[in-house]
């Protein structure tokens, strides 16, 4: 059985996903972790649901990353501060980066072997930031390191079906979400749905550009709505949710054939890095997963005109958010 640690258990995703997270079977225990002392009430008030994981929660002082990382198999971090109208991911940066960093040495330190899911933004910056936190550790390992970009997943099946007038059906379209996770660096591969997304779509060029416009900057609608109150939580902790689930599904329960995009390394993966046309250690691509976590990349497959220019957008501006976060550790100010 599972031992799995959300860090920024506390906040806005933290406590729906920690909620959704109890709800799996295969945990046994499931610690939380933040920096505000209410993630021990919030670690009492999930605990109560009738579940197998045994939920205790741990705040900053006392040692609690040290108590709620030790031995962990997944940690899920929605830890930091989120958007506000007006901002980008990238204005985040200043704050969370050092927030990954520490919980990434903590994870290095106690459970090197964990998975680990990075929610917190900008993901773009954050993965390469833990990647480095490791790699100076000795203890990385690209197979078990994954941004999760699951909601752009989410948000490119519902606006879709939404899209071409199906708002009921949008669970039955299932479309990989490559690239980055912001703004122009999402790269939703429409053309792949499956089922396929009828062809009126593709033909009708304004609709089909504000329906990838409206994939890529959905977050701004949550942000907007929520006038300063924050970005996307129960959304997020939904999809944080599904991509962990399907992880634990292929990694300890034996699932075969278990696909979803994630923001992985691909540094060493030619496959890739030829499909992309540029050496980049970062890109979301559908990973399969298994045992060992990223099992196998997948690749791409075929772009259409219009995909091809939306790659070279994403490749625009993908490579100086990884060299930002890699920078961070190997030079720091
Ligand atoms: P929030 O402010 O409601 O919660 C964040 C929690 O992190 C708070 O409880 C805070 O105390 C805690 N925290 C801060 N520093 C910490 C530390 N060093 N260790 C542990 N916990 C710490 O924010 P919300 O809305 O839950 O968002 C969290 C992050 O997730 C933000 O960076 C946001 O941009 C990101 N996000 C990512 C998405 C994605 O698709 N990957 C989608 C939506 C948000």
Redesign the pocket.
């Known amino acids: 059985m599972v031992v799995a640690a959300v860090?920024?258990?506390?906040?806005?995703?933290?406590?729906p996903l920690s909620l959704l997270v109890k709800q799996n079977p295969a945990i046994k225990e499931l610690r939380l972790?933040?920096?505000?002392p209410?993630?021990k009430g919030v670690a009492a008030d999930v605990s109560h649901v009738d579940t197998p994981a045994i939920t205790t929660g741990y705040v900053?002082d006392e040692d609690g990353?040290k108590h709620a990382l030790k031995g962990a198999d997944i940690v899920i971090?929605?830890?930091?501060?989120?958007?506000k109208p007006g901002m980008t991911?990238d204005d985040?940066f200043n704050?969370?980066a050092?927030?990954v960093r520490?919980?990434a040495q903590g994870i290095a330190e106690n459970c090197p072997k964990a998975f680990v899911l990075?929610?917190?933004?900008?993901?773009n910056s954050?993965v390469p930031i833990a990647a480095e936190v490791f790699k100076a550790a000795g203890t990385f390992d690209p197979k078990r390191l994954f941004?999760?970009?699951?909601?752009?997943v989410v948000r490119a099946s519902t606006m879709s079906a939404q899209a071409i007038g199906k708002p009921n059906d949008a669970s039955q379209y299932t479309i990989p979400v490559v690239g980055g996770?912001s703004g122009v660096t999402i790269l939703p591969l429409l053309s792949q749905s499956k089922p396929a997304l009828p062809e009126s779509l593709f033909s009708d060029s304004e609709k089909l550009k504000a329906l990838v416009n409206r994939i890529q900057f959905g977050?701004d609608e949550?942000v907007q709505a929520k006038a300063g109150g924050?970005?996307?939580?129960l959304?997020?902790a939904y999809?944080?949710y599904k991509f962990a689930e399907q992880l634990i599904a292929a990694a300890f329960e034996g699932k075969k054939g278990v696909v979803a995009p994630s923001y992985v390394y691909v540094a060493d993966n030619k496959d890739v890095q030829k499909e992309i046309g540029q050496d980049l250690a970062f890109f979301s691509v559908p990973v399969e997963l298994g045992p060992n976590g990223a099992e196998k990349l997948h690749p791409l497959g075929q772009l259409s005109s219009y995909e091809k220019e939306l790659l070279q957008a994403c490749l625009g501006e993908l490579p100086g958010s990884i060299t930002k976060g890699v920078n961070f550790i190997q030079q720091p100010k």
């Open positions: 860090l920024g258990a506390a906040g806005g995703i933290g406590q972790f933040d920096v505000v209410v993630v900053k990353l971090i929605p830890a930091g501060v989120p958007r991911r985040l704050i969370n050092g927030i520490d919980l990075i929610i917190s933004n900008p993901v954050t941004g999760v970009t699951t909601l752009d996770h977050g949550v924050g970005s996307a939580t959304s997020m999809a944080g």
